[in-house]
């Protein structure tokens, strides 16, 4: 019998993974879900003859990118409301993408129905396509007999994050664009241009100035360490990417992005826009609020928040209301808190996290609309340095020697 991996997370929302015996992955999802188990992912076990084999393919396949995600939800939403079995919608879908890898995905999808399995089995076995809120929204849409609502509203949501994903990257083009320039030109002076100035410097009779000595020295350990310098950034650079696929890096990486000067307030403010739309996603489509706090937490974006709302979701099973343990976590301001307790009081805590989102969606246009206002001064700021460096350095002695021969 196949060995089958999973990974989820318990009743009280702690990640568990492991393999199981099983006869068909159905069999092993049903059999998990017995136990408590909410699934994240579940795949059999190749053996290593295979596994090697799928390994090269990863090189032959690309990323599905969001634009082909709503489009693939979008058709699928299409065929299904209009009355096409879901086998047959996957298997067409499957044949006419040009995307090889959403080829593969919904090809797989329709052998695991074909199979027996179900839906939600189906697109658990992708978790690195679907995430949790896609695959608990369909999970609820073929439990309630309603897919094509649950499918409309997942569209609505990719469409939001890939308008949230645009804004944002569009914002921060400007500042990314000029810190680079800022780079480039501090690496050109340093590597290029006061080394050719240094045989004039070498020449003068008198002191130099301690920012032309300085600058000089900069440059002349720059230019022997070059190759060591680089190295060490590139070492440097891998540690800390690799500390922060660590848990604890993350998070501390997480929480330290929202400190950032200019910048934290933006990306808690998106992270907190995405908590409040999911959510309200979620408890619309009737998922119990436990549940989802569970499935919203991996979710937002920041590791650091998502922990937060796990820590709200602790005290909902104590038995706290919801607006106690969001005011709690410090991140709410007491206007949201306001709606969320006005949520709760009337039974309409879904439409009301809804306007939460809203409300945090319009604070993140504002602020992206004076991002570039706001980094304007540091830009200049840093520019000022730059001219006063190059100022000090290097054209000081230059005017004092121009000075000293018209004497």
Known sequence: MPVYLYRGKDSEGRPVQGQMVSQDQGTASRVLQRQGVMLLGLEEKQKD?????????????????????ILM?????????S??????????LSESSPNPEIKRVLGEMARTLTAGGDLTTAFRQHPKVFSPIYISMVQVGETTGRLSEALQALINHLEMERETIRRVSTAMRYPTLVIFSMVAAMTIVTLYVIPNFAPVFASMDAELPWATRALMATSEFAVNNGAGIAVALIVAGLLLWKYIQTPGGGLQWDRLKLRLPVFGSLFERIALGRFSRSLSMMIDAGVPILRSLAIVSDTVGNKYIGAAVRRMQTGVERGERLTQTAANTGLFTPL???MMSVGEETGSIDRLMNDVADFYEEEVDYELKFLADAIEPLMLGFMAVLVLILALGVFLPIWELGAAARG
């Open 83 to 92: 009355g096409v079995p879901i086998i047959r919608a996957l298997t067409g």
């Open 336 to 338: 949201v808190l306001q």
């Open 49 to 69: 003859a295979k596994a090697s084999g799928d390994s090269r393919d990863l090189f032959k396949r690309r990323n599905i990118k969001m634009d082909e995600k």
């Open 73 to 81: 939800t979008r058709q699928l939403y299409a065929l299904t409301r």
